[in-house]
């Protein structure tokens, strides 16, 4: 275009063969000239944007909520697909067919008299237009609530109250009919037998299993600040089925399905209907059905339980559960995401941590002489029938024959990898004597000398020694 108006130019100035420096100037001149008003025109652009350089907008407005600080790293969410089959063993109502699509309104097609009068028929009927999808919606939560309220009076039919409840019926713990539930919470930290106490307290029936509800924070330790803050407004939304205002928690859910898949009873309704897992809408009124309410976590320390434990309203039962550190780290060496984390990897943080633990125990155990309680894994495991009787009896809950059926599968033989609950209890507290080289055995020691003699564990003197001796000691508080 600018090479044809140029020559144009040339021709009319009629100019001589013999000047051909004089036509190239005057040529540049007029390009010049033209390009001038091309870009005052903004006719540039499509010069400068072809297929592989997306044209230019200006910036928009702001997203609020992008904006926001939060104290978690932010996470893509990954769309969560949604399986086309009940579970295996499921019997829960099955959600109702989808709708025909309303016809689309650009193709052209009239609507008929007749199908406009059954239309607003149908819209009288139903309340109004627009909401028939949340109807849907809701008469799905509504069948799954209904179920789910069978089950439990199946379960609890009969069921013993423990004496300290003062419970007449279950509807005294449960929250929908105004109740307390039964809150237990275990604190600890990664591979410290919280896993199989889990499973424990979930044996028991009526339960709902709140299962790492701190697993969006990532591998540290919640000790203080903002992060302490936010941690314990999680947990308190969580034992009270209050799932608003736990956005980050719920988002994080359908890209990591193990926050949920701990909790059997919850789990199996998301197998069956994903799309509802993470919907507050949902899991409020749901987790508001059991009376028990279990609750464990591997990252908050226990200075931070006061708050809770002060919370009459919540009446809470808190057990620190504790284990020997060399153990801690030579189960740690198996998880991949362990290893160049610090609160994770390093056993002098491990070892402070027993020790914070320890010297808030003693002030909470006077504080809270009812409510707090504090236990050896290793004790655990070696005597894990009667300790399991002790323990219900703390948090309240009845030795029911299903937790002596668990116990009767899972603590006889070690079956699985390592995260499966079947253990021999006798012998995988302390097999981290044969697994542990003494080198690894007497770093670990060096730094953590102070937490194993409070906590009553027995210090290794060398490798003969470590091969053929009892780590775990006698332990009493003062």
Known sequence: ???????????????PRKQPGRALLLFLACSSVLLFFLNQSHLATPFRTGPRSPPRFEAGPVDAHAAVSTTYAQRRI????????????????????????????????????EKEEEEEEGEEEGGGGGGGGENSTESLISAI??????????????????????????????????????????????????????DVLQSHPGTYYHYEPL?????????????????????????????????????????????????????????????????????????????????????????????????????????????????TMQSRRHRD??????????????????????????????????SFRAVRYEDLSFDA????????????????PRVQSFLDTHTKETIGGVSSTFRDSKTAPIHWKKDLEWEEVERIQRVCHKALKLWGYVVAKNEEHLRAFMPVGLFRFP
């Open 337 to 370: 995401w362990c290893p160049g984390e610090p609160d994770c990897d390093d056993p002098a943080r491990l070892c402070s941590d027993l020790v914070s633990d320890y010297n808030t125990a003693l002030v909470l155990r006077r504080r809270f002489p009812h």
């Open 385 to 400: 029938y009667n300790m399991t009787k002790e323990l219900f009896n703390f948090f309240h809950l009845n030795y029911h």
């Open 1 to 15: 275009m600018i090479l044809e108006a140029g020559m144009k130019i040339l021709r009319r100035a009629e100019l």
């Open 215 to 327: 697993l969006d924070f990532g591998i540290n330790q919640v000790r203080h600040g903002k992060e302490a803050a936010q941690a314990i407004h999680n947990l308190k939304h969580l034992l009270t089925c209050d799932y608003s205002g736990m956005e980050h928690y719920l988002d994080y859910g359908p890209d990591h399905p193990w926050l949920f898949a701990h909790n059997e009873v919850l789990w199996s309704r998301c197998q069956a209907y994903p799309d509802l897992c993470w919907r507050p809408e949902f899991l409020s009124p749901f987790c508001s059905l059991f009376p028990f309410q279990s609750l464990k976590t591997v990252r908050l320390r226990l200075n931070l339980t006061q708050e809770l434990l002060q919370d009459k309203k919540l009446g809470v039962q808190v057990l620190l559960l504790v284990r020997d550190p060399r153990g």
């Open 78 to 113: 990954q769309d969560y697909q949604s399986p086309e089959y009940t579970a295996p063993g499921d019997t829960a109502p099955h959600p109702p067919q989808p709708q025909n699509a309303p016809p689309n309104e650009e193709s052209g097609k009239e609507e008929t008299p």
């Open 145 to 198: 609530l209904d179920e789910q309220r069978q089950r439990l009076r199946q379960d609890m039919e009969n069921y013993a109250f423990h004496p300290k409840l003062k419970a007449k019926s279950v509807k005294d713990l449960v929250l929908e009919e105004g109740g307390r539930p039964v809150r237990s919470l275990v604190i600890t930290t990664w591979r410290s037998g919280s896993t199989f106490i889990g």
